[in-house]
């Protein structure tokens, strides 16, 4: 990612305080495509201010609509959408462009759009996007890197079964379901929360969406959806990058606006590890470590609701200090340990082989320049270097803005020594 900026880090001070978890990024991308099947101004709230949201807005921008930001509120206006071609350097730019696609077929049975980037995870591929779409009476067509779509007789209902409940393809299917000529049922749905807030704000609009946060959700179609106002869930992953930033400096946190109910995947497993957490009401969590944490021994990462791919990174970096081994089996991508020979840097001790890794903790990790390669292997990076005695470097600064609010203000807002130095 494009800039020289670098995170300073200071390690071995405690963390300490309050902090604020900010709005989802994976339910504030759907949501903001979404935006483009309501005929009017749609308003989000809580809606997070990063490069992705930001690079989510340009597409809009490209294709007719109005965008405002006031803080943490996003209007969108989508009265007069007239284009229907996202440019190569968006679609590049993060792979949930890919998620426009549902919305701008729905919306004007065109749409003409590259393969999508942000590969850095291993191959990511979109065939189930196409087939579903495929299966609905899209049309289309691979030509010179494009990706033709076209709807001649418009969108019509189908039952569609997932081969995996892919949270991207879910999503496209509901965006273009929504105002499709019948009823859609997709089987074997991803059933992560992001799904739910892009139904609720989709049945705002008017839309009748049933069994979201289930393995069967059945779309409705409706002629026309209007526009809403919404707020977005909170960061389930921001929410955990900060408990285990906290675990891993044995500190005391209270984290608000968050919401404990979506973090229950890994949640035990901190309390395992010898945190002591507790949800309490107006979505706070408080967190209180002590003493050096346990090694969980086997983590396996698994679609919504077991433990979350986005939170391994983070986990290993939390696991190198704890005492004993864990085994990580990363089940969804085939290329996410690449935090790994970083936090290798920093003394962890670290086994990979294909999507096995296996964290041997360490007494003490030590400062180190290190390179992000990708947004959570990133935060991972920083979580660790906030345990390391010394000097830590962390370059690649840019993967960590598509998915945190400043983290360097953040942070160091609750005791932590972490600057940001360099040109964006
Ligand atoms: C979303 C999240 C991402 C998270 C991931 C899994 C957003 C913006 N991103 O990504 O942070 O890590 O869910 O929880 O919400 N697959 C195919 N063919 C397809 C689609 C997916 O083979 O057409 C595979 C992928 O390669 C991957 C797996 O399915 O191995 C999961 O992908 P998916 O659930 O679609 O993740 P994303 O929506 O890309």
Redesign the pocket.
Known sequence: MGNSQKLVINGGRRLEGELQVHGA??SA??LLAAAVLAHGECVFHNCPMLTDVDAACRILSCLGCRCSRSGDTVCVDSANVCGNEIPDALMREM??SI?FLGAVLGRTSRCRLTFPGGCE??????????AALREMGAVIREEHGWLECTAPGGLRGARISLS??????T?NIMLAAASAEGTTEIQNA?R?P?IIDLADFLNKCGAKISGAGGSTIVVEGVKRLEPAEHSVIPDR?VTGTYLCCAAITKGELILTRCEPSHIMGYLPVLEAMGCRIYPYGGGKLYINCTRRLTAPPTIRTM??PGF???IQALFTALCSTAEGTSVFVET???NRYRHVPELIRLGASIKVEGRVAVVQGVERLSGAKLCAGELRGGAALVTAALAAEGTSEISGVGYIDRGYESIEIALRSVGADISRTGQP
């Open positions: 990024k994976n991308l759907p792979r949930s998620v995870l291993g191959a990511r591929p979109i065939d189930l996007h196409i995996f409940p892919s949270v991207g393809a999503e991803a992560e992001e992953i679609p919504y979350p791919t986005d969804i991508f085939d």
